[in-house]
């Protein structure tokens, strides 16, 4: 109670920094969804944030519970779907099925379309699988077999998956925060919370990659 006491004086105050740390207290103790959709919204304003970390956050979103409009379930499966990430995409497409939010009211074609290419789109991805591993191991950037990696885990195969994550990120990348926070994400996935939470404090980046693998490290002291 003193925490949402505070909570409410600081943000009457327009003291921002207080207010959020307050929040990240609270969800740390009451993980409540309005909570992380506070904590997830004020962190996409800022003005250092990257777009490119929007699935990460929609990650995040989801796993807290936080995700409950179609159009964000929509958005996150498209991203999931251009990352290569599409044992994730029919996760996240079958829970907002799940939840009564996807395949009703007008959109609903269009949600069952979008279902069906993520099927299509998986099943071509098993099948040229081998091959795309070679390309992969073959190229001179560690991105690629991050994100087989990444797919991998998502799929079930987490010992296999996290050790290409693990030779993307020794072979190098372009933006290694960003591949830290995937095998953060990903170490979390597959429930080794001990090398998540060591991993998540290694996420250095300044264009929000820190800040969101902070809320995920928050996240993860509750699973």
Same mark, same amino acid.
Request: proline share 2%; aromatic share 6%; glycine share 8%.
């Given at each position: 109670? $003193?925490?949402?006491? &505070? %909570?409410?004086? *600081?943000?009457?105050?327009? +003291? *921002?920094?207080?207010?959020?740390?307050?929040?990240? @207290?609270?969800?740390?103790?009451?993980?409540? @969804? =309005?909570?992380?959709?506070?904590?997830?919204? $004020?962190?996409?304003? @800022?003005?250092?944030?990257?777009?490119?970390?929007?699935?990460?956050?929609?990650?995040?979103?989801?796993? *807290?519970?936080?995700?409950?409009?179609?159009? +964000?379930?929509?958005?996150?499966?498209?991203?999931?779907? =251009? %990352?290569g990430s599409l044992n994730e995409a029919q996760q996240a497409m079958d829970k907002g099925f799940a939840a009564g939010v996807l395949g009703v009211?007008?959109?609903?074609e269009r949600h069952k379309r979008l279902k069906d290419l993520v099927a299509k789109r998986l099943a071509e991805a098993k099948a040229g699988q081998? =091959?795309?591993?070679?390309?992969?191991?073959?190229? #001179?950037? !560690?991105?690629?077999?991050?994100?087989?990696?990444?797919?991998?885990?998502? !799929?079930?195969?987490?010992?296999?998956?996290?050790?290409?994550?693990?030779?993307?990120?020794?072979?190098? *990348?372009?933006?290694?925060?960003?591949?830290?926070?995937?095998?953060?994400?990903? =170490?979390?996935?597959?429930?080794?919370?001990? @090398?998540?939470?060591?991993?998540?404090?290694?996420?250095?980046?300044?264009?929000?990659?820190?800040?969101?693998? $902070?809320?995920? %490290? &928050?996240?993860? $002291? #509750?699973?």
């Amino acid at each position: 109670d $003193r925490l949402k006491l &505070l %909570a409410n004086a *600081t943000q009457r105050m327009n +003291d *921002t920094n207080a207010y959020v740390w307050a929040v990240e @207290k609270l969800v740390t103790y009451y993980p409540q @969804k =309005q909570y992380w959709t506070d904590l997830l919204g $004020r962190l996409q304003r @800022k003005p250092n944030f990257s777009d490119r970390l929007a699935l990460d956050t929609y990650r995040l979103s989801l796993a *807290t519970g936080a995700t409950s409009a179609a159009a +964000d379930y929509m958005e996150m499966v498209q991203l999931a779907v =251009q %990352a290569g990430s599409l044992n994730e995409a029919q996760q996240a497409m079958d829970k907002g099925f799940a939840a009564g939010v996807l395949g009703v009211g007008p959109e609903a074609e269009r949600h069952k379309r979008l279902k069906d290419l993520v099927a299509k789109r998986l099943a071509e991805a098993k099948a040229g699988q081998a =091959q795309a591993l070679v390309e992969a191991k073959a190229a #001179k950037d !560690g991105g690629e077999l991050l994100a087989i990696g990444m797919d991998q885990v998502y !799929g079930g195969q987490a010992k296999a998956g996290l050790e290409l994550m693990q030779q993307g990120i020794a072979k190098g *990348t372009k933006r290694p925060d960003d591949a830290k926070l995937h095998l953060a994400i990903a =170490q979390l996935v597959a429930g080794d919370h001990a @090398k998540s939470a060591a991993t998540f404090r290694t996420v250095q980046g300044n264009d929000g990659t820190a800040d969101l693998a $902070r809320l995920w %490290a &928050l996240y993860a $002291r #509750k699973k």
